[in-house]
């Protein structure tokens, strides 16, 4: 069975390095939903040595820190589901009141037509927030 996270994940690099790649995706009323996938195919959080999870983890926090500094989102959502996809990846979405879903899980049915939250420039802006977060160390 072909892993499509282990292929060539879909969406816009805002970062990758030899261990992880953050994407900026595509989903529909959510700019700013972002993944963090870990290179290697594992399948758990626990299937990684503690300085790789704590790796994969920080760089999580560095993906909200940006996402909160470009687009003040009312919350952050994260899931780490991998039920369709069992390869570790945490989703890291920013989420607004009047979005399609809230209070909901974005996955859930909608409850209202999506509110417009992209601001100009947003993958720039990402990019550049998350090479601040990434000097701040």
């Not at 920080?58 to 959502?77: G, L």
């Not at 550049?128 to 701040?136: G, M, Q, R, T, V």
């Amino acid at each position: 069975m072909t892993c499509e996270l282990c292929t060539l994940p879909h969406g816009i690099v805002l970062h990758q390095d030899e261990k992880l790649i953050v994407l900026a995706v595509d989903e529909a009323g959510y700019p700013g939903f972002c993944r963090v996938i870990w290179k290697a195919h594992v399948a758990e959080l626990s299937d990684l040595a503690s300085a790789d999870r704590n790796y994969l983890l920080a760089w999580v926090v560095k993906v909200e820190r940006a996402i909160r500094r470009v687009m003040q989102p009312d919350k952050i959502n994260l899931a780490s589901l991998g039920n369709m996809v069992p390869h570790l990846h945490w989703h890291v979405i920013p989420r607004f009141r009047d979005d399609s879903h809230f209070p909901s899980p974005i996955w859930a049915a909608p409850r209202r037509e999506p509110a417009p939250h992209e601001p100009p420039d947003l993958v720039s802006r990402l990019r550049a927030a998350l090479a601040d977060e990434a000097d701040n160390d």
